[in-house]
């Protein structure tokens, strides 16, 4: 019996010894995404990380090779000296230092479940530190799939139908395949923020959008053998856009495409009114000063009608804005896309904007609705002259007929903006790719009505 427990226990070691040495010698890191993280970050001199299972500290060269194993459910990432970084128990113990040119890399002990929790929030995978101008660079180094896991319910919500989901976690891996050198000169792939694709991490998933990753695992989408940027946003109005028209380079799967399934949907249409102050202090912010805005005037539109390029014109010149650079400047949750209209009203001039009013009728003495445009006074000749809607007015007195000068106040100015459509209108519309999915439509189908020419393949697992 004893001989027997012997012998097992020395299976037990060989198995772990085993695992832990293919566990290390099978994991590249061209298999890993880098996302640097800004979101959960509260200081850039002390970082404070958790894990349930405590912390195992490897080095990389050719492959992941075990360094140090720390039995502490937390510790602190610090600046220490020379350059390095130091981690720290919770009693300012000095546990490990390292420098940026050891490519040290931190992940749970729990080798199936590596996750780790990084001040408030959690995250899958590794953690690598860099010390970047006298404080702390975090990036997360995450399988593709789990990197996806954290994005597509960032980016899409849980509940919209499975079918727009899997368009989504698609969509998703293109671009995060297509952007990969993005920040590489920074020494990451991608970040966590709306400049890349927002990324939750471990404490965002869900049930469905995982499910969505998993069951698309390895799909991307290509034309002619190439994968494609899968640009997206969240409701196009009713038209997409080409890509040209945004950011000035044409791309022949990113082209315009009616798209009715988006009418209907959350920011169909939207309104805003900005004065001439909020316009003034947004020009001031890109160092542009024209003065006090007298008109905003459209003087290009693109086939989808929107705006491709805007001139503002004010008291001491005018400025144009192009294409992206409308929202990037104005604002782009006031302006929401680039598909609107421009009406300018006066502050003080209650009639500007007002086609109806209600007038005595001198037969039947009673009110009566008619368009300003047409209403007309009477001088004491009988004589007919139409109303005034500019800045003077004529009313009728005892004197006759007389003119009334308003003096408009400039600074007074406000500019009603009427929209259709939330972000950049290029490539799928999320809540059109919803409408698809709830009248039947497969995420392929989906793909292929906003992406012209692709096809869709597995490779990447």
Same mark, same amino acid.
């Given at each position: 019996?004893?001989k027997?427990?012997?012998?097992?226990?020395?299976?037990v070691?060989?198995?772990?010894?085993?695992?832990?040495?293919?566990?290390?010698?099978?994991?590249?890191?061209?298999? &890993?995404?880098?996302?640097?993280?800004?979101?959960?970050?509260?200081?850039?001199?002390?970082?404070?990380?958790?894990?349930?299972?405590?912390?195992?500290?490897?080095?990389?060269?050719?492959?992941?090779?075990?360094?140090?194993?720390?039995? =502490?459910?937390?510790?602190?990432?610090?600046?220490?000296?020379n350059?390095?970084?130091?981690i720290?128990?919770?009693?300012?113990?000095?546990?490990?230092?390292?420098?940026?040119?050891?490519?040290?890399?931190?992940?749970?002990?729990?080798?199936?479940?590596?996750?780790?929790?990084?001040?408030?929030?959690?995250?899958?995978?590794?953690?690598?530190?860099?010390?970047?101008?006298?404080?702390?660079?975090?990036?997360?180094?995450?399988?593709?799939?789990?990197?996806?896991?954290?994005?597509?319910?960032?980016?899409?919500?849980?509940?919209?139908?499975?079918?727009?989901?899997?368009?989504?976690?698609?969509?998703?891996?293109? &671009?995060?395949?297509?952007?990969?050198?993005?920040?590489?000169?920074?020494?990451?792939?991608?970040?966590?923020?709306?400049?890349?694709?927002v990324?939750?991490?471990?404490?965002? =998933?869900?049930?469905?959008?995982?499910?969505?990753?998993?069951?698309?695992?390895? @799909?991307? @989408?290509?034309?002619?053998? =190439? @994968?494609?940027?899968?640009?997206?946003?969240?409701?196009?109005?009713?038209?997409?856009?080409?890509?040209?028209?945004?950011?000035?380079?044409?791309?022949?799967?990113?082209?315009?495409?009616?798209?009715?399934?988006?009418?209907?949907?959350?920011?169909?249409?939207?309104?805003?009114?900005?004065?001439?102050?909020d316009?003034?202090?947004?020009?001031?912010?890109?160092?542009?000063?024209?003065?006090?805005?007298?008109?905003?005037?459209?003087?290009?539109?693109?086939?989808s009608?929107?705006?491709?390029?805007?001139?503002?014109?004010?008291?001491?010149?005018?400025?144009?804005?192009?294409?992206n650079?409308?929202?990037?400047?104005?604002?782009?949750?006031?302006?929401?896309?680039?598909? &609107?209209?421009?009406?300018?009203?006066?502050?003080?001039?209650?009639?500007?904007?007002?086609?109806?009013?209600?007038?005595?009728?001198?037969?039947?003495?009673?009110? @009566?609705?008619?368009?300003?445009?047409?209403?007309?006074?009477?001088?004491?000749?009988?004589?007919?002259?139409?109303?005034?809607?500019?800045?003077?007015?004529?009313?009728?007195?005892?004197?006759?007929?007389?003119?009334?000068?308003? =003096?408009?106040?400039?600074?007074?100015?406000?500019?009603?903006?009427k929209?259709?459509?939330?972000?950049?209108?290029?490539?799928?519309?999320?809540?059109?790719?919803?409408?698809?999915?709830?009248?039947?439509?497969?995420?392929?189908?989906?793909?292929?009505?906003?992406?012209?020419?692709?096809?869709?393949?597995?490779?990447?697992?």
């Amino acid at each position: 019996m004893k001989k027997n427990m012997i012998f097992l226990i020395m299976i037990v070691v060989i198995i772990n010894l085993t695992y832990t040495y293919s566990f290390a010698e099978n994991m590249y890191l061209e298999n &890993f995404i880098k996302v640097k993280l800004q979101k959960p970050i509260k200081s850039t001199n002390t970082i404070n990380l958790q894990s349930e299972y405590g912390f195992t500290i490897y080095s990389y060269d050719t492959y992941f090779t075990e360094l140090d194993k720390l039995q =502490e459910q937390e510790i602190i990432i610090t600046l220490g000296e020379n350059d390095l970084l130091d981690i720290k128990d919770k009693n300012n113990n000095t546990l490990y230092s390292f420098g940026n040119s050891d490519n040290i890399y931190i992940s749970s002990t729990d080798y199936n479940n590596s996750v780790l929790k990084i001040e408030e929030d959690k995250y899958r995978d590794f953690f690598m530190f860099n010390r970047v101008a006298n404080g702390i660079e975090v990036i997360n180094c995450v399988s593709l799939n789990h990197y996806l896991y954290g994005v597509v319910p960032m980016e899409m919500p849980s509940s919209f139908p499975m079918e727009a989901l899997k368009a989504q976690a698609i969509a998703a891996r293109n &671009f995060a395949l297509s952007n990969m050198n993005k920040h590489i000169l920074s020494g990451y792939n991608l970040c966590d923020s709306t400049d890349c694709q927002v990324y939750g991490g471990y404490d965002r =998933e869900t049930d469905n959008t995982n499910r969505a990753v998993d069951e698309t695992i390895g @799909i991307v @989408i290509k034309y002619n053998g =190439e @994968i494609i940027n899968a640009t997206y946003h969240s409701n196009s109005g009713g038209y997409t856009e080409n890509s040209e028209n945004v950011w000035g380079g044409s791309v022949p799967y990113l082209k315009a495409v009616n798209d009715e399934f988006s009418n209907e949907a959350p920011n169909t249409d939207w309104q805003i009114v900005l004065s001439n102050g909020d316009i003034k202090t947004k020009l001031m912010k890109i160092g542009v000063n024209i003065g006090e805005i007298s008109s905003i005037v459209p003087v290009n539109k693109t086939e989808s009608g929107r705006v491709d390029s805007l001139k503002i014109i004010g008291t001491n010149g005018e400025h144009i804005l192009e294409k992206n650079k409308i929202r990037q400047v104005l604002g782009y949750s006031d302006i929401k896309s680039n598909l &609107f209209n421009i009406e300018a009203i006066n502050g003080n001039n209650s009639f500007d904007g007002v086609e109806d009013v209600y007038v005595i009728d001198g037969k039947l003495g009673k009110p @009566i609705k008619v368009n300003i445009k047409d209403l007309h006074v009477i001088n004491d000749e009988e004589k007919r002259i139409q109303s005034s809607r500019g800045s003077n007015s004529r009313v009728l007195t005892n004197n006759g007929i007389e003119e009334i000068k308003h =003096e408009v106040n400039i600074t007074d100015k406000q500019f009603v903006i009427k929209g259709k459509g939330f972000g950049h209108g290029v490539g799928m519309s999320q809540w059109g790719a919803r409408k698809m999915a709830e009248l039947g439509y497969s995420y392929e189908e989906i793909l292929k009505h906003y992406y012209n020419g692709v096809e869709l393949t597995t490779e990447y697992r």
